[in-house]
């Protein structure tokens, strides 16, 4: 079974230092990388880097060194092209969603992937998309 892996939860095993709350995001990682085939899209990766520097302060290698320790070795990297800019625009007509999530939700119809890792609920709205993440403690 395939899975999408959005911006939130990169961002978070890339930038939150913390031990405990760390480890929540990591053992997530960890289980979506036993149960799924990992997909992302080059927009996850520029939200990725762009975040974690503007918002968080991490400089730009130390995310290049995370995306290719992490996140290449086990999430395949979906290239956005019309298809995907297509579906993108019948979603956002249809759901209201941000173009960002509508290209993400275009590159999953792509390559049939119907389930996504996001605490974004916007997703929720999508028809024929499952959205799972982290149990509330």
Known sequence: MKAFIDANLLIYLNTVSELATRSIYEDFFIDLTR??????????????????????GVPYEITFEFIDSI?????????????EFNEAREIILKYNLRPS????????????IKVIA?????????????RIWIPKA
């Open 71 to 83: 996140v290449m070795p086990y999430i395949t990297v979906i290239p956005l092209c019309e298809e």
């Open 35 to 56: 149960k799924y085939r990992l997909y992302t899209d080059d927009l996850v990766l520029d939200e990725l880097l762009y975040i974690s520097k503007k918002k968080y």
């Open 101 to 112: 999530d509508a290209l993400h939700v275009g590159a999953m119809r792509s390559n049939g």
């Open 118 to 130: 996001s605490e974004d609920a916007d997703f929720d709205k999508v028809d024929n998309i499952t």
